[in-house]
């Protein structure tokens, strides 16, 4: 089925990623549907925050390992050897305002 046909089917289904079945704590999108690890603030597919009054996870996030940083823009862990954020594109070290990379 291509892409184009495929985007009204099964909306309302909440989206399994193979080999990640739902977790307690993993929480649907209301938005899009998709699953969402418990850990995450936001959905990774349409960037939706995850709503209030739902339970963190357990544990909480990680702290970065040797040599990560955190990023001051999105707060997501990131590699020693990456010089920008996976997530938001900032620049390692910058001051969280004003100077996020975007795409074109």
């Known amino acids: 089925v291509s892409r184009e046909r495929d985007r009204g089917r099964d909306r309302d289904r909440p989206t399994e990623q193979p080999g990640h079945p739902p977790r307690p704590g ?3 999108c209301p938005s899009c549907k998709a699953n969402v690890f418990a850990s995450k603030s936001e959905c990774f597919r349409c960037r939706e925050p995850k709503p209030a009054g739902l339970p963190e996870a357990p544990g909480g996030t ?3 390992k ?6 001051n823009h999105c707060g997501a862990n990131v590699y020693a050897s990456k010089i920008e954020c996976f997530r938001c594109n900032a620049a390692k070290g910058s001051k969280g305002t004003g100077d996020v990379k975007t795409e074109p």
């Open 26 to 28: 993993d929480w649907t």
């Open 66 to 71: 040797d040599g990560e940083w955190t990023c």
């Open 62 to 64: 990680r702290p970065p």
